[in-house]
């Protein structure tokens, strides 16, 4: 994990320093990567493992990643969602295409969704179980090597948007720098419940968002964000990134003038917000 530079960025007549974990490697890339880094140590040690057992929505970033580590040890990857729609089945894209391409098993189950939530499974000698999103303290161990590429810049403020806000907490744990985040599929008040879950000291600050955003929703501003910073240079994620750069810009009292941006990834998953975009503002396609 070293192709990641800090690159330096110019928006609006600011200057920001992004940590390019996007550009980790084609496939295995972003903070899936870094949360799922130690499985891939560990399926490495485990040959025994044949099949990665997952859940979670049907476009997710973590379901991609998971379909590249099972497709790079040839195991199998045995994926449990709510429901597909007939629409994306007979149109494949985004996410849920290349997870498909790679060879991943997607089932609608929506009762063992429920049930693997809860971790009521028997996970068979020859499986490995992965909570949604990686939400889980084996993702400290990948996320502590992004904080040590960041130790020259402890002088800086951190920023990256959350989901789960597991990246966001270990970040904090490890550097000395202050992480700021802020969320993006629930609000607030869980992000604070899931670190509280699994840390008892170390948690970022929250900047408040202006407004509430229902994640995967379309918002006009979030598209036309997202065209704004790619014009300026550097594709980003539509669902995190779009708001996180809201958040960042109208914040840059709290900030300051030395921000490091942690780009996270999740270009694959573009594919299917921009056709959702375009189709709702022509004007811009
Ligand atoms: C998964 C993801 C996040 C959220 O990460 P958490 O660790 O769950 O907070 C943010 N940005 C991108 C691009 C992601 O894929």
Redesign the pocket.
């Known amino acids: 994990m070293i192709n990641s530079p800090i690159s330096k960025f110019t928006f609006k007549g600011r200057s920001f320093l992004i940590k390019r974990d996007d550009l980790l490697d084609d496939d295995f890339s ?3 990567a870094r ?1 799922f880094y130690y499985y891939f140590l560990y399926l490495k040690n485990n040959p025994h493992i044949d099949t990665i057992i997952s859940y979670g929505s049907n476009q997710s ?2 379901m991609y990643s998971l379909s590249v580590l099972a497709k790079l040890f040839n195991i199998t990857l045995r994926y449990y969602t709510h429901h597909v729609s007939s629409y994306l089945k007979t149109h494949p894209i985004g996410n849920y295409k290349h997870a498909l391409l790679n060879g991943a098993v997607i089932i609608e189950d929506a009762q063992m969704v429920k049930r693997l939530k809860n971790g009521d499974i028997d996970v068979a000698s020859n499986e490995l179980f992965i909570k949604e ?3 889980n303290v084996q ?1 400290e161990y990948g996320i502590k090597l992004l904080a040590d590429e960041l130790r020259d810049y402890q002088d800086y403020n951190i920023f ?9 907490l270990y970040l904090q744990k490890h550097t000395k720098a202050k992480v700021y985040t802020c969320s ?2 629930g609000d607030d008040e869980y992000l604070k419940q899931q670190w509280s879950e699994l840390e008892a000291t170390h948690h970022p600050a929250i900047i408040k968002k202006h407004k509430k955003f229902h994640f995967g929703k379309l918002y006009r501003e979030n598209y036309e964000m997202w065209l704004e910073l790619k014009k300026a240079g550097i594709e980003f ?1 539509l ?3 779009s708001i996180g750069w809201q958040v960042v810009m109208n914040n840059l009292d709290i900030l300051g003038d030395k921000v490091i941006y942690i780009h ?3 270009i694959r ?1 573009n594919e299917s917000m921009i056709q959702r975009y375009q189709q709702k503002y022509k004007e811009h396609s």
Do not use: H, M, R
């Open positions: 972003g903070n899936k949360k970033n973590a999103g990686g939400a993702a990256l948007p959350s989901g789960t806000g597991v990246t966001a993006c599929v994620d669902l995190y990134d996270q990834g999740g998953g």
